[in-house]
């Protein structure tokens, strides 16, 4: 009897994400039964749900055993090649529209399962307003409304990996927070070019399980969706972002760039007075993309490009944003560095005489202390770390899609460091990356 009830339920499960089919399927249920008319009370409730994922199993070697890496995390200590589950993503959309087929809400839920575990990468609801669809409103936890790589989805991406400055600056790139939307919906709208978002988030994103200081981030776009330029069908989009935030100094010790000893080096102001007070994480930046079409069935010619530049607190060991107080091995409150940073990325991507084959070149940069470079990095005294090393990273890829649920990437990482005088860091580090993988999709 159980199995009897649970049954209807997981066919119309299944039945809810195959759209017209579903429908001539459930034309075909006697009504006239109980099990029927249970089926379609459920199907009439359930409808709106939507299904989809993708998992990217993946080989990669790197140049030396122990290298640091920003294609997919660390290598262990013995450790110069590896298979991984990059990614596996489960989501689950819920919507609802209006008679006119305008959206009324929608929620979302998305989690990642690897070797290294669960867990949560979506979980929100959004709210539209039907007077004149053009506001939504959405809470709960999801992607920061910062730039164009933070927001690409890693199923659609072309590279394996965000930019090293993406994921520094935006790890995870999802945050806790609400935010307000100016998106209109109806085709006739004379501002249906346009988007424009605004949200204040907690800062840490999921780096934390809990916001640690009262301090929110403002986050703010405003974008242009594609425009056809001239006759050509070339599609042109691009948008300028703002995040006004920062962190709670818990410290008296904050670090700022200055002159020691005639040389760039960290002044430390160690007023009482600096507890308190809010550190700055301000960014601001502008993305372009261009889209040519080269012909049916032989895909298109891109150019994709962003630069962010602007102030992040962080520690003297990394310039990533603090999920959690900043502590000391002692257990006291690490003291607070404040750099200007700035870096950007070039999409280069061209598809092969065919939608099939694709190639894809890219360039990115990040500058995490504007204010100091090379052999100044590492001179006793200015208190400069590894933290302060800017990184140029070269990437070559071929992409073959298979069909529209089977994906195959080649690509590699050629990472070039600043020299420096520090120790470790006098040299280019052996750490280029070789990356072959599968993506499945459904």
């Known amino acids: 009897m159980r199995v009897a009830r649970i049954l209807p339920v997981v066919l119309l499960m299944l039945l809810s994400s195959m759209g017209a089919r579903a429908q001539f399927l459930m034309d075909m249920i006697d009504t006239t039964s109980e099990l029927g008319k249970g089926m379609i009370s459920i199907y009439q409730k359930y409808d709106a749900l939507r299904f989809s994922g993708y998992i990217q199993p993946q080989f990669q070697m790197v140049q030396s055993k122990g290298a640091a890496s920003y294609a997919g995390g660390d290598f262990g200590a013995a450790v110069d090649n590896r298979f991984t589950l990059r990614r596996g993503r489960i989501r689950v959309d ?232 900043p502590l000391t091995p002692q257990g006291k409150y690490a003291p607070l560095y404040i750099r200007s940073f700035d870096g950007a990325y070039l999409y280069f991507i061209q598809n092969l005489a065919s939608e099939q084959h694709q190639l894809v070149v890219k360039y990115d940069w990040y500058d995490p202390n504007k204010k100091v470079s090379g052999k100044d990095i590492g001179v006793p005294g200015s208190g400069l770390t590894a933290a302060d090393i800017r990184y140029n990273t070269w990437g070559v890829g071929y992409l073959y899609y298979a069909n529209e649920h089977l994906k195959f990437m080649f690509y590699y990482d050629w990472v070039i460091n600043e020299k420096t005088a520090l120790e470790g860091y006098t040299n280019d580090l052996k750490d280029n990356v070789l990356t072959c993988r599968m993506q499945y999709r459904f």
């Open 94 to 325: 819920y919507e609802r529209y209006n008679k006119q087929d305008m959206p009324v809400v929608q929620f979302a839920f998305q989690f990642d399962g690897t070797e290294r575990g669960v867990f949560i990468r979506d979980f929100y609801g959004r709210f539209f307003e039907t007077k004149f669809n053009v506001l939504s409103l959405v809470g709960g936890m999801f992607a920061r409304p910062f730039g164009y790589e933070v927001n690409l989805s890693s199923a659609d991406r072309e590279t394996p990996e965000r930019g090293r400055m993406s994921q520094i600056l935006m790890k995870t790139e999802r945050d806790l927070g609400a935010m307000i939307s100016f998106e209109p919906r109806r085709k006739d709208h004379p501002l249906r070019f346009l988007k424009i978002d605004l949200g204040a988030f907690n800062g840490q994103g999921l780096t934390a399980t809990t916001d640690f200081d009262s301090h929110k981030d403002i986050i703010g776009r405003i974008a242009i969706k594609p425009q056809k330029i001239g006759a050509s069908q070339t599609l042109v989009s691009g948008g300028v972002s703002v995040l006004y935030g920062g962190m709670q100094q818990f410290t008296n010790y904050i670090n700022t760039m200055g002159t020691v000893n005639g040389k760039p080096g960290y002044l430390v102001d160690s007023s009482v007075a600096n507890a308190g007070k809010i550190a700055p994480r301000h960014y601001y930046g502008a993305d372009i993309q261009v889209k040519i079409p080269n012909g049916p069935g032989k895909g298109s010619t891109q150019f994709r490009a962003e630069y962010i530049r602007g102030q992040q607190t962080a520690t003297a060991q990394t310039t990533e944003t603090p999920g959690a107080i």
